[in-house]
């Protein structure tokens, strides 16, 4: 066969990209979506693992045993979630050590929200309602991906983020039901975690460097706009439903347009938190890098015993 020229490798990649086929690992693709894309997988997998620490936080202070557990179950799912991408973000052709060392020098980012502290436990329900909801939102998209080890990684991630939303959803609506300081409670952090997770979008799409080709190439599917708007209008109506009501003063029902409407982002606040002045970056960080040396000899001792399989096959 004949050598393909580049100009035909880039039409059949988009070719097969505008099919709705998949992307493999050992397929040619264009440098830029493969970059593009190491970038987008590697920070959901650090989103994932950073997530873990405002509800760590809760786990010995959970009001009981039940709750205990399924907050304990609901971590070590997200720990899962950031295995299965890292995994998916080696097949672009960047070893483990190479993604994890661009986090922990503060190269890569992660997800702004998880910068936020959890002060109560309304907070443990405020996360699941509205931070993994907002993350469903986004990772229903991803499931149609074009890469396939991305959106096969996002059809299970997915199947347990509808579980954390629901179970914060709970959480909240327990402390609504009950005594008038705990209802305060759900609304204090409804107050603190409406704003920030309206940001976990992203910036308008006017502002958004990357839409154009994540579009082209079907990683983005909906606009940073399109996708903030679902959020809001599909969690209103469960805030109704709790009884507790969301920090603007400009969100009502348009009735022409079939949506809210709603109040501009505090784009500054996000700015600061992206830029690493969030209130916990400094704490996420420091504890990041910690257990990554704290597992130095673990993952020596691992090694070493990988080796010296190795030579005895050998
Ligand atoms: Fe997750
Ligand atoms: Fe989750």
Not at 44 to 72: C, D, F, Q, Y
Not at 275 to 303: I, L
């Amino acid at each position: 066969m004949p050598e393909l020229s580049q100009l035909e490798l880039e039409t059949r990649f988009q070719k097969k990209i505008d099919d709705n086929l998949y992307i493999e690992p050992k397929d040619w693709m264009l440098e830029k979506y493969r970059q593009n894309l190491l970038r987008q997988i590697s920070q959901h997998a650090h989103s994932e693992v950073v997530g873990m620490l405002p509800e760590a936080n809760w786990i010995t202070r959970a009001p009981n045993l039940r709750r205990k557990a399924a907050l304990l179950a609901k971590i070590q799912d997200e720990a899962g979630h950031g295995l299965y991408l890292y995994s998916a973000a080696e097949t672009l052709g960047s070893s483990r050590e190479q993604i994890l060392n661009a986090f922990l020098t503060g190269k890569a980012k992660y997800s702004s929200i998880f910068n936020y502290p959890t002060l109560t436990w309304a907070d443990i329900g405020a996360i699941g309602w509205l931070v993994d909801g907002a993350a469903i939102i986004n990772q229903v998209m991803l499931q149609r991906a074009s890469y396939g080890p991305y959106a096969r990684a996002m059809i299970r991630i997915c199947r347990e983020e509808s579980f954390h939303q629901r179970q914060g959803f709970e959480i909240l609506l327990t402390l609504c039901r009950g005594s008038k300081d705990q209802k305060a409670m759900a609304q204090d952090a409804l107050n603190r975690w409406w704003w920030p997770s309206l940001m976990m979008f992203g910036p308008h799409d006017k502002d958004s460097p990357h839409t154009g080709d994540m579009t082209k190439w079907r990683v983005k599917r909906e606009s940073n706009d399109e996708l903030r708007q679902k959020f809001i209008d599909r969690t209103v109506p469960q805030a109704d439903f709790l009884g507790i009501t969301m920090p603007d003063k400009d969100l009502k029902w348009n009735e022409t347009t079939g949506h809210y409407d709603f109040g501009e982002i505090n784009w500054e606040e996000f700015n600061q938190v992206v830029s690493g002045n969030g209130p916990c970056n400094r704490e996420r960080m420091n504890a990041r890098v910690k257990a990554h040396t704290d597992g130095k000899w673990v993952r020596d001792a691992a090694t070493a015993y990988a080796n010296k399989k190795r030579n005895k096959a050998a």
